[in-house]
């Protein structure tokens, strides 16, 4: 079956911009999840959403980024105003119930963020 | 809180030579750990997974075994091929938190180049 898809799979954009990178999650899976690679800080959680709502935005690292997701699906993850240490990979995941830990998370290629 | 640490690389090794990857955490609950791959240009992959003691987790000719003694979910393999040449990231799940057990926390992963 179809696996975790992410779009862009790269994405080149000047300090200041917005962006917007898009998450399709595995068909049927309830939780959705977005990380954050980078080189300096390896790999961060940012937020985890159950359904359409978001029990923990503890990881997102300012008031420019946000996320949400519609109909237990799709989900888009935003920044406002880019700067350079935004700069990264952003893996999405999803997972089939969420809340146990038993539970396997499933992680798309990523979208490569890249501002200059 | 959770973390985890994992030997750090880069890792060189000849085809068919054994490999070991060491893994150990700190929980405040009782994880799930898990073993993950990323190919060059390629996303995060599950490798294995173990969710309880004495567990042991095997896929592609990799084993790790859930040490709640030591702590450790040490990666094995008994002979390695040019393929398997990636970087592997360990991680948990924990069943503490304040509830957060869907959050995964991983280690720095480790470069392994597998020459023939």
């Known amino acids: 079956g179809a696996g975790v898809s992410q779009s862009p799979s790269n994405k080149v954009t000047e300090k200041g911009k917005d962006v917007e990178l898009r998450c399709d999650p595995i068909s049927g899976h309830t939780a959705l999840y977005w990380y954050r690679q980078s080189l300096g800080q390896g790999l961060e959680f940012l937020i985890y959403f159950q359904g359409n709502s978001a029990p923990d935005k503890s990881g997102l690292p300012s008031d420019r980024f946000s996320a949400e997701r519609t109909g237990g699906s799709v989900s888009t993850l935003t920044i406002q105003r880019t700067q350079q240490e935004d700069s990264a990979v952003y893996l999405c995941?999803?997972?089939?119930?969420?809340?146990?830990?038993?539970?396997?998370?499933?992680f798309g290629p990523g979208t490569r963020l890249t501002v200059l | 809180g959770d973390s985890v640490t994992q030997m750090e690389g880069p890792v060189t090794l000849s085809e068919e030579a054994f490999l070991t990857i060491n893994c150990t955490y700190t929980a405040t609950g009782y994880p799930s750990l898990f073993w993950y791959v990323q190919y060059p240009g390629e996303g995060l992959q599950l490798l294995l997974k173990?969710?309880?003691?004495?567990d042991k987790g095997s896929n592609k000719g990799f084993e790790a075994t859930y040490r709640k003694e030591t702590t450790s979910f040490h990666l094995e393999k008994g002979s390695v091929q040019v393929s398997d040449s990636a970087v592997y990231f360990c991680?948990?799940?924990?069943?503490?938190?304040?509830?957060?057990?869907?959050?995964?926390?991983f280690g720095k992963g480790t470069l392994l180049t597998v020459n023939p």
């Open positions: 173990a969710t309880k003691a004495d």
């Open positions: 991680a948990l799940s924990d069943s503490n938190s304040g509830g957060s057990n869907y959050k995964l926390t």
């Open positions: 995941a999803s997972s089939l119930l969420g809340r146990i830990r038993t539970d396997t998370q499933y």
